[in-house]
């Protein structure tokens, strides 16, 4: 069975910065992306972050030169450093993995609020 375990989030200042990690267990084939999706109070889940087997990455228009993330295929473990971060950041920030064969696994989330 696979886990997602996700930790980092916190209560942090405007300004300030939060990390993110997830390690993911269990057998996991094929794996595509990993990545960080979010999801505010009364609005859809949204992508933060991926980040290819290949390396490519992508991010939101809103978190581009303020966040950056970084993965490790060996150990399935992706991260998600945030700077600079604003109010409107505060969210559930879920931690995904999604393999070729179009299956997604997610993490329980953890909360990322930043006050202002």
């Known amino acids: 069975q696979v886990h997602l375990v996700e930790s980092g989030g916190g209560l942090v200042q405007a300004g300030g910065s939060l990390r993110l990690s997830c390690a993911a267990s269990g057998r996991i084939f094929a794996i595509n992306s990993m990545g960080w999706y979010r999801q505010a109070p009364g609005k859809q889940r949204e992508l933060v972050a991926a980040i290819t087997s290949g390396g490519s990455i992508n991010y939101s228009d809103s978190v581009k030169g303020r966040f950056t993330i970084s993965g490790d295929n060996g150990k399935n473990t992706v991260s998600l450093q945030m700077n600079s971060l604003k109010p409107e950041d505060t969210a559930v920030y879920y931690c995904?993995?999604?393999?070729?064969?179009?299956?997604?696994?997610w993490g329980q989330g953890t909360q990322v609020t930043v006050s202002s």
């Open positions: 995904n993995v999604a393999t070729y064969f179009g299956t997604d696994y």
